[in-house]
């Protein structure tokens, strides 16, 4: 196993105590599944008819970037990984590195690129592209509702505005109807804590706007979105239904902040399980932070011992367990939907997923139904507002020599734990 420098002495007599009472072989229940997740803007190119394509060429963000300094091409999406024409390169990939499992988002903005007009040729597509993951064996979860909006619902004021909520429904119901034959777990909406916070809040993802009000409206119109939804695709599908939850392990700096802490913790990540958790068969969980919540807001790094990503952000793998032990009471299996690091010399992947997983298993052993594990991502891809800088790949994109792919070193070792079931400790 892979040593930092700094060596992270609490983990290790973890690692240690454990070992002696289980053994270092830690075994995953039979039928877990192993893989990777992405989504259609992030990995496709050319999502031209989608918002968020047209704030990435709008001139007020070219000149934004400008005046930072920055190249507004490089945080254009542009051709991302051209996924749309490789996706069965990327799907023999994953077989190769014996995943189980795929997550990807299916692009409303593809699907019915004018109000109301669904496009054929777009279901064509990616009945293909989901028959494509089967042939290499992987099952598929199946996003929905990935950041992204079409054109004409974002003009339309999309999730502002609690009528346009019939807009998605009728998309869900459509998808449904038509992909359910390749598709063994649905997530209706990705992280809508996260959507409604950049885009409403902090003013960050198009529309920016920075309005708590209107935040909170957005996040009722995406749990009623997902509620409405659910019992119409049910209609034509039996496969499992959920939301890709967001959930942080949020602490208390100090025994002065524990209200700002609960606050934190409630909207971060009991509100919409709360008001979605009846209608939803699984809980998909994207794992990131650890939060300390100060009185004047929090960070994303713990105090204590940990390593960071490329982006800075702290990480911490024992808040994974608490985030798991935590959904114990709602009784539904869960499935890791997205958790992973940027982190371009590929120094750190390798101990992250064993340290995460290495909490997982514990957390199992303490009762949880945890099924699945999709590292955030496949291939390296577009990080949203942060360009393509942010490495996240098992896989690398050589942006400079036709997005070729090259794995990396810290994909064969997880390769080993998905072939195995298993995670051997060396401690
Ligand atoms: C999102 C992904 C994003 C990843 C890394 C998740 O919150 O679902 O789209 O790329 O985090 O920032």
New binding site residues.
């Given amino acids: 196993m892979f040593s930092f420098a700094k060596k992270d002495n609490q983990l290790n007599s973890s690692i240690c105590n454990y070992n002696q009472q289980y053994g270092a072989g830690l075994k995953f229940p039979e039928g877990f599944l192993w893989g990777a997740?992405s989504?259609a803007h992030?990995t496709e190119g050319n999502n031209t008819n989608s918002d968020w394509w047209a704030w990435e060429n709008s001139r007020e963000r070219e000149a934004e970037l400008r005046a930072k300094g920055l190249d507004p091409e490089e945080y254009k999406s542009g051709m991302a990984t051209d996924g749309f024409n490789r996706y069965d390169e990327d799907f023999a990939l994953a077989n190769m590195l014996k995943h189980t499992a795929t997550r990807i988002s299916i692009e409303w903005a593809r699907i019915e690129p004018k109000e109301g007009q669904f496009n054929e040729q777009a279901f064509m597509h990616y009945e293909k592209v989901l028959q494509s993951a089967k042939f290499y064996g992987l099952k598929t979860f199946v996003t929905l509702h990935?950041?992204t909006n079409p054109l004409w619902f974002a003009k339309k004021g999309g999730f502002e505005k609690t009528e346009n909520v019939e807009d998605f429904v009728r998309y869900a119901e459509k998808v449904a109807e038509r992909l359910n034959e390749y598709t063994d777990f649905w997530l209706t909406i990705?992280?809508p804590q996260?959507y409604a916070s950049m885009s409403f809040l902090q003013g960050i993802f198009p529309p920016q706007k920075k309005n708590p009000l209107l935040a909170y409206r957005v996040a009722k119109n995406l749990v009623l979105a997902h509620n409405l939804s659910v019992p119409k695709m049910k209609f034509f599908s039996h496969s499992p239904i959920s939301m890709?939850f967001?959930l942080a392990d949020v602490v208390a700096n100090t025994k002065f902040s524990q209200i700002p802490a609960k606050l934190a913790d409630y909207f971060s990540n009991e509100y919409f399980l709360k008001h979605t958790i009846k209608f939803c068969d699984f809980i998909g969980v994207?794992y990131?932070f650890h939060h300390h919540i100060g009185w004047l807001g929090g960070r994303r790094k713990s105090l204590s011992h940990h390593i960071e990503t490329d982006?800075g952000w702290g990480v911490h793998p024992e808040g994974l367990e608490k985030v798991l032990l935590k959904l114990k009471k709602y009784k539904k299996p869960i499935y890791i939907t997205?958790n992973?690091l940027?982190d371009k010399q590929d120094l750190k992947r390798e101990k992250f997923i064993e340290d995460h997983l290495f909490y997982a298993h514990k957390a199992i052993l303490a009762g949880v139904d945890l099924r699945g594990y999709l590292y955030?991502?496949l291939t390296d891809?577009f990080?949203?507002e942060?360009g393509f800088a942010?490495r996240?790949g098992l896989v690398e994109i050589d942006r400079e020599d036709l997005l070729k792919r090259r794995v990396r070193f810290s994909a064969i070792k997880y390769a080993e734990i998905c072939d195995n079931n298993e995670l051997i400790t060396d401690n």
């Fill in positions: 997740a989504s992030q990935h950041f990705n992280e996260i890709a967001h994207n990131y982006l997205e992973g940027a955030w991502s891809n990080e949203w942060k942010p996240f």
